[in-house]
């Protein structure tokens, strides 16, 4: 069975998730439910939070019941004695921490990459292939490759971007290739245009060969001509009946007339402006050609320029839609027209560096699950799932969800619990490819689930009374207002009416408080005084925002006021002095200064710091390594304060040299456009700045929401459409996808249909931004916008242009000042005590006796043909297999531990029988020696010892057995060393050392297709 949950703000939804996973653990006759149980959530911090929410229950279930928030229910539904109840969780607690990697709870982009890496030979990917965050960068590179590759012997691709760059020149834009070809790849690889492409069956490869395009090209030029011929053949035919009388066209009604002279001065790839729409009431009304004092004109031109301007004012019906639609379909085609050679770039990119961005990599998995049956899923996965808990699932994508499907059915179809918890009000990541539809309407549908299955949770457990009636009536009068701007019921359906709640957890009121002023940041200040007067702490308050531009320009005027403060924008790792300087230095090392000339800027800020830049150094690491100690030392002051960054810095160096080698040029010219930032605190004594995207799950005792009015209900936006073209001229030519802006000039176009439904899309998409703003709080509410325009304050008008005026209108009849402050002295603090921790950041210099070295057999890694995996090497293969004994205790761990690297990529499915098979007769072949005991013996597997000289040794398998005695055992799949029987001898030390007596030590040399051989160490 699966069940809905709609879950609004405050209600409670982890602690149902949570519930239900501990029910499914409590209730299984699987004596290991937790590894058949799938939990998804969407951030790391949220799977965090599941995790510890569940051990902690398990904890207080297994400890003391009845302390438990969960007692009552699962004494009401189980019916078990306490002591029953206690035992089955103290179990289920014990096996999770023991099966740690096996409690999956996960993040869907995680539990889809842990997908994909099993598939990773299908897609044509080592299995230890990279996520790149970065698509932007990919991208850019892209482009960059396809235009250096440029030669003379590429003549189809330079005639045609040559072409291109001429025809935008000749329609009087500025071209920018570089620009516009970027802008074709970023939107070539977004999500929307795989899905539009995947829902109506393009074949984007058969359609945009260049061919095809500059027949188009043509064909559209033809017609947008034509159009334009009439056009102006019209105009100049009024002109001259107007001409013929001796009237002036500025003699008409206010000169409305003027405007025909624009359309009879046209030049034939000029653009066409919409007439106005009084130009249109009064050409189709004779009596309104002219002024009641002029009335003799209309007299005299009546029977004679109806129809020449009938026939101008006709043109911009439908002949217009479709003139404008094709213009827009003419600015794409010679970016259409690079779109394999940008693709095949990109892909080459990816091969090259072992990457996949994060979206290409649900794509790939979607066309490899499409059509497949689960149970193969699963066992290429080496895990089955039978229950799955969904969360946030208004922000899964259509994509994500279509790859979820097919287990989440055949979990269904197996009689298995399932439960999706989502709340469309708090859908605002459409931008990232959500699709709240999903959770309104549609996997109910797909799924079938009846409607006793669907549960609306809207008691708030997190808010004061007065906010969330202050909400409630708010939210429904939007939902209206906006439906009413559509013209349809939209958002009301969707948002419902939350019934009256009459508990609350907090006996307070709460406040909340909406200004409208012209100084929106001394309000700011205002407020943070005036909470803080009442006994809050600057921890106790959070400034949400709806951009970055706004949350740092508070940010800079909270500091220069001496008010602490965290923000995204303090957190950016560029924001270090330190960073900076070692960036002037490697500037330097790539661009040393010519004698005479005037060095750069990055040259000369390193000549200010008076460090000489080191020699020798092996790789980018050590470079920046070696300054960072120079800079240490010349700064230690600013180094020790700015420790977080520089860690930060190093990470991200780090990354980009596993992906990117050790060219400093490129590194530095990847700098320019990344934006690192260190983790931010969850706890501190700052004001918090965030935008309203990044509070989304969480909850802040005082909430300020300033700058209101940033949320506007509708901007212009992108997006890949397909024309209603059926029946007009362009039926042939305008077949398939186009990247175009809609905004309300798209309501004369053929886009017409998409821009409506984007309208709608962004509606929801701002009204749930404000919605999640106001829900934050616990205490107390503070709003800040700025005045509404006048046609809104002083003419009355309705036709609201931001969620701000929406709630200027709700508060005409409401009051603006609702609820009481609370008393921030009375708020029960329950925080752990901190102990204070010292950021260091330890770097020593390494000689080159203790520098690293690459192994000669570091070449046996990697196949004959260049693939690498277990079959590449017999390296390769012993490693694995070295993995898989390093996992067993006792004999009947084996299966487990070999699903254990089949899950993580490191081994086919299709070598599970052969492995088990060989492992098994391995261990057979040494059960008379005890070294997999079925007895009381104790098992260590690579466990560290530290001796005496401090270094860490880690034996491969140490058998402890009752009477006292230890075996000491190092797995060999390679030939034998000298250095082998040394390091044994080492261990046994170690153990006498530690007080063991009869300490014996082995070498077990395992070899598939030859017999072993096992050396006695003595």
Not at 446 to 466: A, F, G, H, I, S
Not at 939 to 950: A, H, K, P, T, Y
Request: net charge negative.
């Amino acid at each position: 069975m699966i069940r809905l949950l709609k879950a609004s703000a405050g209600t409670g939804k982890t602690y149902r998730l949570s519930r239900e996973y501990i029910r499914l653990l409590l209730t299984s006759d699987d004596p290991t439910p937790y590894r058949h149980i799938l939990a998804v959530t969407f951030t790391n911090k949220a799977t965090d939070e599941m995790k510890r929410r569940i051990l902690k229950e398990l904890h207080l279930l297994s400890e003391s019941p009845s302390a438990s928030p969960y007692y009552a229910y699962f004494k009401e539904t189980l019916g078990w004695p306490d002591v029953q109840l206690k035992q089955r969780a103290a179990t289920q607690l014990a096996l999770i921490l023991h099966d740690y990697s096996a409690f999956a709870v996960s993040t869907i982009d995680k539990f889809f990459q842990q997908t994909l890496r099993a598939f990773s030979r299908e897609i044509g990917q080592f299995a230890s292939y990279q996520v790149d965050l970065d698509k932007p960068a990919l991208l850019q590179e892209s482009v960059d490759r396809v235009l250096d590759a440029l030669t003379e012997g590429d003549r189809t691709l330079l005639e045609w971007l040559t072409e291109g760059v001429r025809t935008e020149l000749e329609r009087g834009g500025r071209f920018n290739l570089d620009g516009r070809l970027l802008e074709m790849a970023e939107s070539l690889s977004s999500e929307d245009h795989d899905s539009a492409v995947r829902a109506l069956g393009i074949d984007e490869k058969a359609l945009w060969t260049k061919e095809r395009l500059r027949k188009v090209g043509k064909s559209i030029k033809a017609l947008t001509g034509s159009y334009v011929a009439e056009v102006r053949q019209a105009a100049v035919d009024a002109l001259a009946v107007l001409e013929a009388h001796h009237i002036r066209p500025e003699d008409s009604n206010r000169g409305f007339m003027k405007a025909i002279y624009t359309y009879r001065d046209l030049g034939d790839g000029d653009p066409v402006a919409m007439p106005t729409p009084s130009f249109l009431a009064n050409a189709a009304d004779s009596s309104k050609w002219f002024s009641r004092s002029k009335d003799g004109f209309r007299v005299a031109l009546e029977g004679s320029l109806e129809e020449p301007l009938g026939r101008l004012t006709a043109l911009f019906g439908q002949p217009y839609r479709i003139f404008s639609t094709a213009r827009l379909i003419r600015e794409q085609l010679y970016g259409l027209g690079v779109a394999g050679e940008l693709r095949s770039a990109l892909t080459e990119i990816q091969k090259e560096k072992n990457v996949l961005s994060l979206d290409d990599s649900n794509a790939l998995l979607r066309s490899i699950i499409d059509g497949t049956d689960a149970p193969f899923i699963y066992e290429k996965m080496g895990v089955r799932y039978e229950h799955f808990l969904l969360d946030e699932f208004q922000d899964t994508s259509t994509i994500q969800w279509d790859n979820f499907r097919p287990l989440v059915e055949n979990a269904l179809s197996g009689g298995h619990d399932s439960l999706i918890v989502g709340d469309v009000k708090q859908a605002i990541y459409r931008w990232r490819g959500s699709d709240w539809n999903l959770l309104a309407s549609r996997v109910q549908e797909q799924l079938d689930v009846p409607e006793d299955q669907v549960e609306n949770m809207d008691k708030n457990y997190r808010t004061c009374r007065q906010i969330v009636d202050f909400n409630r009536d708010f939210f429904a009068y939007a939902a209206q207002e906006l439906d009413r701007l559509l013209g349809q019921p939209s958002i009301a359906p969707l948002y419902g009416r939350p019934k009256v709640q009459e508990d609350f957890r907090y006996p307070e009121p709460g406040s909340v408080d909406v200004v409208f002023v012209e100084d929106q940041m001394e309000e700011i200040l205002q407020t943070i005084r005036d909470v803080m007067e009442r006994g809050a702490r600057y921890g106790d308050i959070a400034i949400l925002v709806r951009g970055n531009a706004e949350g740092s320009a508070i940010a800079q005027r909270l500091v220069a006021e001496k008010i602490p403060v965290v923000s995204d924008d303090s957190l950016f790792v560029k924001t270090s002095v330190t960073v900076r300087r070692l960036i002037s230095l490697l500037t330097r090392a790539v661009q040393p200064p010519v004698p005479g000339e005037r060095p750069g800027v990055g040259s000369f800020l390193a000549q200010t710091l008076r460090i000489d830049l080191p020699e020798g150094a092996h790789t980018l690491v050590d470079l920046s390594e070696d300054l960072l100690r120079s800079l240490r030392t010349a700064y230690p002051a600013v180094f020790e304060a700015e420790i977080p960054y520089i860690r930060a810095f190093m990470d991200h160096l780090s990354d980009w040299v596993s992906m990117g080698g050790n060219d400093l040029s490129a590194f530095l010219k990847d700098w320019e456009s990344s934006d690192p930032k260190i983790v931010s605190p969850d706890v501190g004594a700052s004001v918090r700045v965030m935008t309203v995207h990044k509070s989304k799950g969480l909850e802040f005792p005082y909430v300020i929401f300033p700058f209101a009015e940033k949320v506007s209900l509708y901007k212009a936006s992108s997006l890949w459409c397909h024309p209603a073209v059926e029946g007009t001229p362009l039926s042939g030519d305008g077949e398939g996808l186009f990247h175009v802006s809609l905004s309300s000039a798209s309501d004369q176009t053929l886009f017409s249909e998409d821009y409506h439904r984007e309208q709608r899309e962004q509606m929801m998409d701002n009204f749930n931004i404000f919605y999640v703003a106001m829900t934050r709080p616990v205490y107390g509410l503070k709003v800040i916008s700025a005045l509404p325009p006048k046609k809104v304050t002083d003419d009355g008008s309705e036709d609201w242009k931001d969620m701000s005026q929406v709630l200027y209108g709700y508060l005409k009849s409401h009051s603006a000042h609702q609820g009481e402050p609370y008393d921030f002295s009375k708020m029960d603090r329950q925080t752990a005590a901190e102990r204070p921790w010292k950021a260091a950041y330890p770097s020593w210099k390494v000689d080159e006796r203790g520098r690293l070295r690459f192994s000669p057999e570091a070449f046996d890694y990697f196949g004959p043909d260049g693939t690498v995996g277990p079959h590449s090497s017999a390296r390769r293969r012993g490693l694995v297999l070295h993995d898989i004994l390093a996992g067993i205790r006792v004999r009947d761990d084996l299966p487990r531990a070999v699903e254990r690297v089949i899950r993580s990529g490191e081994m086919e499915a299709a070598d599970r029988d052969a492995t088990l098979r060989f492992l098994d007769g391995e261990i057979a072949s040494v059960a008379s020696r005890s070294w997999f005991p079925s007895d009381d013996s104790r098992i260590l597997n690579e466990e560290s010892i530290f001796g005496r000289d401090g270094r860490i040794h880690r034996p491969d398998r140490v058998v402890l057995h009752p009477d006292g005695s230890v075996d000491i055992i190092d797995y060999k799949f390679g030939g034998p060393s000298g250095a082998y029987p040394k390091q044994v001898k080492g261990y046994m030390d170690l153990f006498r050392a530690m007080g063991y007596a009869g300490v014996r030590g082995y070498l077990w040399f395992i070899r598939e297709g030859a017999a072993d051989e096992i050396l006695e160490i003595r």
